[in-house]
């Protein structure tokens, strides 16, 4: 089994890429899928239930890929290419099926056939954020990181145990300015700071 609860949805109007079925060879390698050629049963769930299943075959340099979908039943290949990493071994990577593209792309993203975010002209939720609310999620990321509780306004924690001082510092630099890039973009947009006291 395979994606179950992954999370990813049907098309929306916001066409982003966490808004739709996606595949990602890193991982499929990373879980040794690629290495034989067993089928992969690939389901997404929703509520406990199967929205979109797809099986997928392993063969030499490629995929077959077989789904379900609301036009009826469709297969079709995916090819499979390498590129060269700088400490050696080799990265994989899809090569998009939608004609005319040809792209490498380590995600594929689902309509009646998967292809690269390019032909299906998804964005990335961030580039849909304000500067402000990129820099919240980087400090959130940042907190979950350092193992302190969620809330960007409750204060610094303090160092992990185990990690390095430098680390610790590198991080806390980044926490603090990703606080002040969010405080800044609230400032410009709202005129006054973000709690609400007026300059």
């Known amino acids: 089994m395979g994606a179950m609860g992954s999370g990813r949805r049907p098309f929306s109007k916001c066409r982003t890429t966490d808004s739709v079925f996606c595949i990602d060879v890193r991982r499929w390698v990373r879980e040794g899928r690629l290495a034989t050629t067993a089928r992969i ?10 929205i979109r299943k797809i099986t997928v075959c392993p063969a030499t340099d490629a995929l077959l890929i077989a789904a379900d979908t609301a036009g009826g039943f469709s297969s079709y290949r995916i090819e499979l290419t390498q590129t060269p990493c700088h400490l050696g071994g080799a990265r994989t990577w899809f090569v998009c099926p939608a004609v005319g593209c040809g792209r490498r792309a380590a995600i594929l993203y689902g ?67 990703a606080v002040g890039e969010c405080l800044a973009d609230a400032r410009l947009r709202f005129g006054h700071d973000f709690l609400g006291s007026k300059r």
């Open 41 to 50: 049963y690939w389901r997404w769930t929703e509520n406990g239930h199967d």
């Open 111 to 177: 309509g009646a056939v998967f292809a690269c975010r390019h032909c299906y002209r998804l964005n990335y939720r961030s580039q849909r954020e304000s500067p402000g609310n990129r820099a919240a999620r980087r400090a959130e990321a940042l907190r979950d990181r350092l193992g302190w509780p969620g809330g960007i306004f409750d204060g610094t924690g303090n160092r992990p145990k185990g990690m390095h001082r430098r680390t610790y510092r590198r991080l806390l630099a980044r926490y603090e300015a």
